[in-house]
């Protein structure tokens, strides 16, 4: 990793990515570090993603997960996190911008793999999990076990981020309620 690069967390990971020591956050930046060190993923963190979890944060948590589960049951690891670092490869905010291609829901993911190609050559199963996370909205369901995983694994990290944001607000709130009240 370039000096400065700073990967932190996955949400809910006690995993911190930068670690020399631990064997998962070294692996997984063997798998994605070259991808962390372009200017188009750099630029995700720009945006925002789920309330207050950038577009980066989320890819790199959609990322770590396939990673792990894909080790886990033996699949092509390096396929998965590297496909999760780019599934969400479009650099506006698709609240404001509207795209030539259609609905954002359907278009982003043709739009992501534009960008990685044009940054990188990508392999099959990459490619795959690019343009097909979005099922079922995108109708064709993922061809491989990796893309599938990353495609389950984008769903739970929006919902996580989400929930994770909405309960910390929640518990603020109360806090700040109790402590009124006494």
Not at 38 to 52: G, R, S
Not at 126 to 140: G, Q, R, S, V
Not at 145 to 162: G, M, Q, R
Request: aromatic residues 10%.
């Amino acid at each position: 990793m370039e000096e400065g690069t700073k990967m932190a967390k996955a949400i809910g990971s006690k995993i911190c990515l930068d670690s020399t020591e631990n064997m998962y956050a070294i692996e997984f930046r063997d798998c994605v570090g070259d991808l962390l060190l372009l200017e188009d993923v750099k630029n995700l963190d720009k945006y925002v993603q789920h309330l207050n979890t950038s577009r980066l944060q989320h890819s790199i948590n959609v990322s770590y997960y396939s990673y792990r589960v894909c080790k886990k049951f033996g699949f092509d690891y390096k396929s998965a996190a590297r496909g999760g670092i780019l599934h969400d490869l479009y650099l506006y905010d698709w609240r404001i911008e509207r795209q030539p291609e259609g609905m954002h829901a359907s278009a982003h993911p043709k739009i992501a793999l534009r960008n990685a190609q044009r940054n990188i050559t990508l392999n099959e199963i990459e490619i795959d999990t690019i343009i097909k996370h979005m099922w079922p909205i995108t109708i064709i369901p993922p061809k491989y076990k990796e893309s599938i995983v990353v495609t389950f694994i984008d769903k739970y990290c929006a919902t996580a981020e989400i929930a994770y944001q909405l309960l910390t607000f929640m518990l603020k709130k109360t806090k700040i309620k109790t402590r009124n009240h006494v």
